[in-house]
C-alpha cells in the first residue's frame, strides 16, 4: 500500500462525480480552483494536505481512502446497509407491478 497521485486523483473524480457536482461547483464548495481540481484528478499534480481535508470533510470520506484507498468497517457496512436498503426498495416496487 503506498501513493499513487493518478489513483489518488482518480478516486477524488469519482467521489465528485457521485456526489453530482462538476469540478466548477466542487471548486465553489471547497476554495480550491477547478484548474487545480483537474490537474489532481488527472495525477498532474499531487494534492496538498489541505486539499485532501476538504474534500475528504465534504464528500464524507477518510484521509486513508483518499491518499491508498483503504476504506474503514464503517464505511463498508454503510455502503452494505445502503445496498440492502435499495434492494428492499426494488422488491418493493417490483410486488407492486
Known sequence: MCFNPVETGERIRRLREHLG????QLS????FSRSYIS???VGIRIPSIDFLMEVSDFAGVTLDY???GKRNEKQIN???K???SLIDALYC???KL
Open 78 to 80: 454503510q455502503i452494505k
Open 82 to 84: 445502503e445496498i440492502n
Open 39 to 41: 490537474k489532481v484528478e
Open 66 to 68: 483518499l491518499i491508498v
Open 28 to 31: 465553489e464548495k471547497i476554495n
Open 21 to 24: 457536482y462538476s469540478q466548477t
Open 93 to 95: 416496487l417490483e410486488k
